[in-house]
């Protein structure tokens, strides 16, 4: 496409340099995306409608419309997640949902990886995880991230990130083969629909439905989730959403902004 052919739409999202340098790493940023970098001279919002670049030597993505929110990027060593993290009182209803308690070892996948919060909330209450991430984007994010929280000068975040082990790929898919380590819980966060308030997570949220609003179907995960987790799988729903996939859970959780449905495999001794 050419961009300057204003009877053509244009990308969705492409790469911005930083003043005209091409580093190795958006060389390498290019390759691994596939994605189109918005031409010299070229202003980003005429050419896409979101642009993911490096600032301050974070991998941030950014809507190019005029007024649009700052960038958002993966940050482990984010101050109001450290707060969640280590909160001494409140233990966070996702962790009451899915059983994961401080000190005992669990291996959770988290099929919908996003920008890793709640996998890096399960891997800081010392569980295992696996993140699959289906958009490459937010698996570039991702990666982007945990290499950096990989070398925090915070010792609770760099622990927490040697648990997390990130994939890239269709979860429906994925799940639908599992067939190696056993897995004790399923987590699934199909995307919401958009949602109005503002704080910092929400934001990024709100970011990433505008961005991958017409793949961000949660076909069938459900069902091989469960034919996948030992002892239980956990799905985070807006407070008042159907059941995903009409499939009614064992019980809920009540989170502050969200529900938790749970779904106990109890009668599985292991995933076959
Ligand atoms: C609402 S976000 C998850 C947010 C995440 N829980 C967090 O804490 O940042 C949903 C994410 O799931 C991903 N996703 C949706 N369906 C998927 C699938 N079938 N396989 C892998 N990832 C998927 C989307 O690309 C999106 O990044």
């Known amino acids: 496409m050419n961009a300057s052919d204003n009877s053509r739409s244009k990308f969705t999202i492409a790469i911005a340099d930083a003043n005209g340098a091409v580093t190795n790493d958006l060389s ?3 390759v691994q995306t596939g994605l189109p ?7 980003a919002k005429d050419f896409c409608n979101f642009i993911l670049f490096y600032q301050d030597g974070r991998l941030s993505l950014q809507s190019t419309d005029e007024g649009a929110a700052g960038a958002v990027c ?3 060593d984010n101050e109001s997640l450290q707060y ?16 994961v308690k401080h000190g005992q070892s669990s ?7 996003g920008f890793g919060l709640d996998a890096f909330l399960f891997a800081s209450a010392g569980a295992s995880v696996t993140l699959i991430e289906r958009s490459v984007i937010l698996h570039a994010m991702l990666s982007d991230g945990l290499e950096r929280g990989a070398v925090s000068a915070d010792e609770k975040v760099r622990a ?10 269709d979860s429906a898919v994925m799940l ?8 004790d819980i399923v987590y699934l966060d199909p995307m919401f629909p ?47 959403a159907p059941f995903l996939e009409a499939r009614k859970p064992s019980f809920s959780q009540e989170g502050k902004s969200s529900r938790f449905d749970v779904y106990l495999c109890a009668a599985k001794s292991q995933l076959a």
């Open 194 to 240: 958009e949602r109005k308030k503002s704080a910092k997570v929400k934001k990024n949220m709100a970011l990433l439905q505008q961005l991958l609003h017409s793949e961000a179907q949660a076909e069938h995960l459900l069902a091989n989730a469960i034919g996948v987790a030992s002892k239980r799988v956990v799905v985070k729903r807006p407070r008042h």
């Open 84 to 99: 969640r993290q280590r909160r001494p009182v409140k233990p966070e209803a996702l962790l009451k949902a899915a059983g």
């Open 74 to 76: 993966v940050d482990f």
């Open 37 to 43: 970098l918005v031409p010299p001279n070229t202003a």
């Open 160 to 169: 927490a990130v040697t648990r997390m082990q990130l994939l890239h790929g």
């Open 28 to 30: 390498a940023l290019i």
């Open 107 to 113: 291996h959770v996948l988290d099929a919908t990886a």
């Open 176 to 183: 639908a083969q599992h067939q190696s380590t056993p897995v």
